[in-house]
């Protein structure tokens, strides 16, 4: 079954202290991933894709085949961050996501 | 600038009584898409559109439909709500491909009374 999984569902951490947003995924193929970010009052929108292997606002994010994850990271966190983050897989071009994980950055 | 525009932002329907929603978009993407999100749920893809060719999820219930008069345009329409619709309906585009972004639009919100 194509499924993917976000543990938490709220992290919370503080300003400047490193994030690891996690993410694993079941697909019988070779799926490619995303991270997808909904700021306060604005739309879903895309934050990287992990074929591009390019860090957008701090953020990186590896596949890692073997243990079917995609996690998310940042070294240094910011206020600006917090938001709700989604990571979605594509096998076909539609995306299955997952339920997401509200990041929550205090001063 | 507004790309993927979703009508009405929130939308009040009573139990049983039809309701579309609307989506238009000025990316001139061929492929279009509905989701729904309930909340603390991950948004569900419930068909797509490539071009004029319409893709139904295999689990999308039959009361829901969809109509694209034209590469803008996309409307979703519920034939009888029931409570259980109740939820966010997002729209998004992009262009066919996998790896392709897809834009979103701010969604709708429904209610069922």
């Known amino acids: 079954a194509q499924r993917v999984t976000q543990p938490e569902k709220l992290l919370s951490v503080f300003k400047g202290a490193p994030v690891e947003l996690k993410c694993n995924y079941s697909?019988?193929?070779?799926?490619?991933l995303f991270w997808y970010v909904q700021y306060s009052r604005q739309r879903l929108q895309l934050l990287l894709r992990?074929?591009s292997r390019e860090s957008i606002k701090g953020f990186t994010a590896d596949l890692n085949k073997g243990e079917t994850s995609f996690h998310l990271k940042k070294p240094f966190a910011q206020e600006e961050d917090s938001a709700m983050y989604y990571c979605?897989?594509?096998?076909?071009?539609?995306?299955?996501f997952g339920k997401g994980t509200k990041l929550s950055v205090k001063p | 600038d507004a790309m993927v525009i979703q009508n009405p932002r929130y939308q009040v329907t009573q139990f049983g009584k039809p309701v579309t929603l609307s989506c238009s978009q000025t990316?001139?993407?061929?492929?279009m898409y509905w989701y729904q999100q309930k909340s603390s749920q991950a948004p569900k893809l419930l068909f797509h559109?490539?071009?004029?060719?319409?893709?139904n999820e295999a689990d999308t219930p039959d009361n829901f439909q969809s109509r694209r008069p034209n590469t803008s345009f996309c409307f979703l329409d519920i034939r009888s709500p029931g409570l259980g619709d109740a939820a966010m309906y997002l729209c998004?585009?992009?262009?066919?491909?996998?790896?392709?972004?897809?834009?979103f639009g701010p969604g709708t919100r429904l209610t069922v009374t």
């Open positions: 998004a585009t992009s262009r066919a491909g996998v790896l392709n972004e897809q834009y």
């Open positions: 697909y019988s193929g070779s799926p490619e």
């Open positions: 992990h074929i």
């Open positions: 979605a897989l594509s096998g076909d071009g539609n995306l299955i």
């Open positions: 990316l001139n993407h061929n492929v």
């Open positions: 559109y490539y071009d004029k060719d319409f893709n």
